[in-house]
């Protein structure tokens, strides 16, 4: 399977579509795409929650739609 890459701006509009449709989690915001220096199962890329004070399923929810965008898309590289 081909790995596409996209801008961390829309590896987030993606997972907030998806989120946004689960119970609970239509206001979620607070994360950021983070970029690994080491690929983990594959991927360039990771989500860092950032709002401690929000339902950790929204937390579990958001690490699994990242997994599985990470299986067809790789981040961007930085620009020089």
């Known amino acids: 399977m081909q790995?596409?890459?996209?801008?961390?701006?829309?590896l987030k509009a993606l997972i907030l579509a998806?989120?946004?449709k689960e119970p609970g989690c239509e206001h979620v915001t607070d994360f950021v795409i983070q970029r690994l220096d080491t690929k983990e199962?594959?991927?360039?890329?990771?989500?860092k929650y950032l709002d401690p004070n929000q339902d950790k399923v929204?937390?579990?929810?958001?690490i699994n739609i990242a997994?599985?965008?990470?299986?067809?898309?790789?981040?961007a590289?930085?620009?020089s």
Do not use: K, P, Y
């Open 41 to 47: 199962n594959g991927a360039n890329w990771t989500v």
């Open 67 to 75: 997994r599985m965008l990470q299986l067809n898309f790789d981040l």
């Open 3 to 10: 790995r596409h890459t996209r801008e961390a701006s829309e």
């Open 18 to 20: 998806d989120l946004h």
């Open 58 to 62: 929204c937390e579990t929810i958001l």
């Open 77 to 79: 590289e930085r620009d």
